[in-house]
């Protein structure tokens, strides 16, 4: 079973849509495992949304964070400390989308971060979207992830073509494969993911 964990190089670069993607391609459960802010429309609920299938599971985050902001902040004004022994992973004999929060430095606390809920045999889905400065934020994603030892990681594109911005990623990382992209949809519903879905389930085995 594929254990998936999307990240993104940033925040708002289309991640909560490319899990939902992967959820409804693979049917898989799905867990978010740290939620900062927007409890009664989490990335949970907005995945729920999206999909169609009557498989996946959704499993409750670890924490449930009141304030939208780096997760060591929202733990800091909910008076709690995240702890990483704390974040267990539902048992499923489903494959697992799990989905990070922002990028894969985001503190939980003092000392950890959220590359530290991924573990080295995951599928590490990096999410890249072109601004200004995406170049770096993607190429430091990626070497981090080659560094902590991930041997499976892949990009899916987000947002509208920018050849010279992805051109240089793939260069200067030729072994990641790319999956596919996410246009800038004028929507997204459960048919535009379940699109997608289709489109990159061959990708996904």
């Known amino acids: 079973m594929q ?5 993104g190089i940033g925040t708002d670069v289309g991640k909560t849509v490319v899990a939902a993607v992967l959820t409804e391609a693979l049917q898989a459960d799905y867990w978010k495992p740290v939620q900062a802010g927007d409890l009664h429309n989490s990335d949970t609920h907005k995945v729920q949304r999206l999909i169609s299938n009557a498989i996946t599971v959704f499993h409750p985050s670890a924490y449930a964070l009141q304030t939208p902001m780096s997760p060591h902040g929202a ?9 990483l022994k704390e974040i267990i992973r539902p048992k499923t004999k489903n494959h697992l989308v799990i989905e990070g929060a922002g990028g894969l430095l985001v503190p939980l606390n003092n000392k950890d971060t959220v590359i530290d809920i991924a573990q080295t045999d995951d599928h590490v889905v990096l999410v890249s979207r072109h601004y200004l400065g995406s170049i770096n934020h993607s190429l430091l994603s990626l070497e981090l992830l080659k560094a902590r030892g991930f041997k499976k990681v892949s990009l899916i594109f987000s947002g ?3 050849p010279t911005t992805e051109n240089i990623i793939t260069t200067m990382h030729p072994e990641v494969p790319v999956i596919g992209r996410i246009d800038d949809e004028p929507y997204i519903d459960q048919r535009v993911v379940a699109y997608y879905a289709d489109k990159f389930k061959s990708e996904l085995k």
């Open 3 to 7: 254990r998936i964990f999307v990240s």
């Open 75 to 83: 733990a800091a004004i909910d008076g709690i400390e995240i702890d």
């Open 160 to 162: 509208d073509e920018h």
